[in-house]
């Protein structure tokens, strides 16, 4: 959670575009040289979502490369952590006489304390696209005291990667003013990250209690969030699809407060109602409407819905479009200019 901040190359004049973008680089903490290397013009574009004591960054990139030399690590003295979570293109790190490569879904990490060059090199026709943490030193060593050691090339078989890169997303997608969940967001995404790079025991406990967790549910909610409206969705499929147990899910789903089936059915509801009040879906019929949101029994549907909503799906439908119709009416057009 947390307020986030967009920054696109898009904003800047295009004449002195990448000029601009270059002077931000070098300001703040992590400073960095950067030099465009795209045939295409230069295209940047980064989402930053503070979460307590780390920084976190969705970034879209055309092809370039990043330096940071002795002088901008004596110039700032920052020493913290990156850890980069590449989602698309191929990302090539060089530090001392080590060369990571990342090609699709990955992650690696380095100190900022250290020089090092990134380079960013898209696929064909896209930008690279990319997760970025910037943790301070001091924080990530607590909780993994052999960071710098374990950060290597981290794959896509390794879960807590998969859930971290998912969470993160998901703060991104949903983001909040709350000092108190902005805090607790990054004490979750600390856990997960000593969880990949060999934790304390009591921070392994820690982690397993609290930042898995909050992750998995993060993961379930996005998981019903994208297939309720499937009418066969069930706790063994979703379990499945999430390599969880079935009791480990209702436990998850818990937390919420809903049942599985009253977080189903919820979304379910709400997905009805934006058809039937939807001009593009007038012509469906409401039967129509319930399969299409994942109900396979027409009576059950509207019963639901009259609990929730206090009308029928039908009379709710007819509401909404008398009241767009007469809106948009010649009289009210005649009303409105008057």
């Known amino acids: 959670m947390g307020s986030l901040l967009v920054f696109s190359s898009h904003q800047l004049p295009e004449r002195d575009r990448f000029d601009l973008w270059r002077e931000t680089a070098s300001v703040g903490p992590g400073a960095v040289d950067v030099a465009h ?9 980064v989402e930053w979502l503070p979460l307590g004591k780390i920084d976190a960054y969705r970034v879209s990139f055309s092809a370039a490369t990043f330096t940071r030399s002795r002088r901008w690590i004596e110039w700032d003295g920052f020493d913290g952590f990156c850890f980069h979570i590449n989602l698309n293109g191929r990302s090539e ?16 990490g380095h100190s900022y304390g250290q020089p090092f060059e990134a380079a960013l090199v898209p696929a064909p026709g ?4 990319s997760l970025n943490l910037v943790i301070p030193r001091e ?22 990667l998969r859930l971290l890169s998912q969470y993160l997303i998901m703060l991104g997608n949903t983001p909040a003013e709350d000092s108190q969940l902005n805090q607790l967001a990054g004490n979750h995404v ?21 930042g898995l967790r909050a992750a998995r549910l993060a993961a379930l909610k996005r998981y019903l969030h994208d297939h309720h409206h499937h009418p066969k969705l069930s706790v063994t499929m979703a379990a ?13 789903i818990a937390e919420t407060g809903e049942s599985f089936t009253e977080m189903v059915n919820r979304l379910r509801l709400e997905r009805a109602r934006r058809l039937l009040c939807d001009p593009k879906h007038r012509h469906l019929r409401i039967g129509e409407v319930a399969f299409t949101s994942g109900f396979n029994d027409l009576s059950y549907f509207n019963r639901l819905f009259r609990r929730r909503f206090g009308e029928t799906p039908g009379t709710f439908k007819a509401e909404a479009h008398r009241d767009r119709d007469a809106f948009h009416s010649p009289d009210a057009m005649e009303i409105g200019h008057d």
């Open 37 to 45: 290397v795209d045939r295409r013009p230069f295209f940047g574009r």
């Open 93 to 108: 790190t060089s530090r001392h006489r080590s060369r990571t490569v990342l090609d699709g879904f990955s992650a690696t």
């Open 126 to 129: 896209r930008y690279c696209e």
């Open 139 to 160: 924080e990530m060593l607590h909780k993994a005291p052999h960071a710098e050691r374990c950060i290597g090339t981290l794959h896509a078989d390794q879960p807590p």
């Open 190 to 210: 600390l856990d997960l990250l000593a969880l990949l790079l060999g934790p304390t025991l009591d921070a392994e406990h820690e982690a397993k209690l609290h």
């Open 240 to 252: 499945r699809a999430l390599n969880i147990s079935e009791r480990y899910l209702h436990d998850l």
